[in-house]
């Protein structure tokens, strides 16, 4: 068996390019790093920000309008303060659901925190978690985001409901649900950037 291992190990040495062999190892790492509990989390999201991809907008005529009853919905600050949905009509509203467990949701954080850098004063951001309040803080911190952190104060209205995180809506100023996107994305793409602008031009114009 010994010298079995040895040839084999021979002629793969002998026959394997430079950049297979550095694929190989990179694989090789990547399922130790798969099995090793410490270092999954961040390795899944790491690839789930690899498979990421700009969200598209749906179609005009299949863009569901919120209805009072969605507005009605009541959010709940990282500070205890409780907000209603309806306090943001006719601004441009970027809804995540999400946690910290999850890797999607870890991946695309950073295109989020770097969109909400960009066009926070020109939208509306609502990160949603069903975690505790100390859990999102501390990873908040951690990871130096700023953006609006919130949980449910009421029920979620179907219009939001999923049964999958990330989860994240965009309505426009006129209550319209124009991007429905489960998965990580590319949030700070320049189709999103384009879109917030246009609805902030829009409202700006009139």
Known sequence: MKEYLQKRWKT????????SKITDLLFIFLIIGMIIPASRKEISAFMAGL?????????????????DEVWNWQLIDMKGQVVNLGQFKGQTILLNFWATWCPPCIAEMPDIQALYDGFGDKAVFLLVSDEKTSTVNE???????????YQQASTTPPAFSTNSIPTTWII???GKIVIRKTGAAKWNSASMQELISSYYKSKTDF
């Open 12 to 19: 793969y040495w002998t026959t394997k390019g430079w950049f």
């Open 51 to 67: 498979m990421a991809s700009s969200p598209k907008t749906i179609e005009s005529d299949a863009q569901q309008t919120l209805t």
């Open 139 to 149: 990873f908040a911190q951690k990871k130096g985001y700023n953006m609006p952190f």
């Open 172 to 174: 426009s100023p006129e």
